[in-house]
């Protein structure tokens, strides 16, 4: 019911910056769960970041210890849409990043969520 489209991803130096974009369509509701994972080559599947409503008009965003002060994860209802802005990548930010939708669970396992992207490729050079 729930499309997932990434988007935003390329090539960047060490210290810039992307912004991803995760275009949803289907059957979405703002109490989702929504995140990114992400997954460099020869290594597991990580959590990025998530997003979750917590009543009323207040969200909650949560980060791996290793992007905190440099990614932002937001969410924009009325496009359906889902944002991470990445500053001061470094190389080891490299991976494909997947955009992931759930109508009831937080958490950071990525194989409990129910909508999955496709990806999009972020490299970055030292």
């Known amino acids: 019911q729930v499309q997932l489209v990434e988007s935003g991803g390329g090539l960047v130096q060490a210290g810039g910056s992307l912004r991803l974009s995760c275009a949803a369509s289907?059957?979405?509701?703002?109490?989702?769960?929504m995140g990114w994972f992400r997954q460099a080559p020869g290594k597991e599947r990580e959590f990025v970041a998530r997003?979750?409503?917590?009543?009323?008009?207040?969200?909650?965003?949560d980060y791996a210890d290793s992007v905190k002060g440099r990614f932002t994860i937001s969410r924009d209802n009325a496009k359906n849409t889902l944002y991470l802005q990445m500053n001061t990548l470094k190389p080891e930010d490299t991976a494909v990043y997947f955009c992931?939708?759930?109508?009831?669970?937080?958490?950071?396992?990525?194989?409990?969520?129910?909508?999955w992207g496709q990806g999009t490729q972020v490299t970055v050079s030292s």
């Open positions: 992931v939708a759930d109508p009831a669970y937080y958490g950071s396992n990525w194989n409990e969520y129910d909508y």
């Open positions: 289907g059957r979405t509701f703002s109490s989702y769960v």
């Open positions: 997003v979750n409503w917590g009543g009323g008009s207040t969200y909650y965003a």
